[in-house]
């Protein structure tokens, strides 16, 4: 099992930087595939990002590539979200996941393939 918190919000300009940091407790994180979905108000949560477990494997939401950067280090058991040129419509609580992949060397993009859910950071792009 896996504990996940994230942080690195808040608020920022449009075309400005932001990156998340989601922090694993527990053991074997190098084990686990993770991935960043965001939910905006009234809306359902996305898929944002995902990494493989050895990090060899990435994958973006077309909204977010050219843009975002998915990056892990195992042996600080975290994952992270380099955001940039952040637009108005990126503004969201960003969530990460993470799901036991010992065996699959690829990515997850669906939020039902997760089973383990941080509490989420709010990001809030002005105009």
């Known amino acids: 099992q896996v504990q996940l918190v994230e942080s690195g919000g808040g608020l920022v300009q449009a075309g400005g930087s932001l990156r998340l940091s989601c922090a694993a407790s527990?053991?074997?994180?190098?084990?686990?595939?993770m991935g960043w979905f965001r939910q905006a108000p009234g809306k359902q949560r996305k898929f944002v990002a995902a990494i493989s477990w050895s990090g060899g494997t990435t994958y973006y939401a077309d909204s977010v590539k050219g843009r975002f950067t998915i990056s892990r280090d195992n042996a600080k058991n975290t994952v992270y979200l380099q955001m940039n040129s952040l637009k108005p419509e990126d503004t969201a609580v960003y969530y990460c996941?993470?799901?036991?992949?010992?065996?699959?060397?690829?990515?997850?993009?669906?939020?039902?393939?997760?089973?383990?859910w941080g509490q989420g950071t709010q990001v809030t792009v002005s105009s």
């Open positions: 996941a993470a799901e036991p992949s010992s065996s699959y060397g690829g990515v997850y993009t669906g939020a039902l393939d997760y089973d383990y």
């Open positions: 527990g053991r074997s994180f190098s084990n686990y595939a």
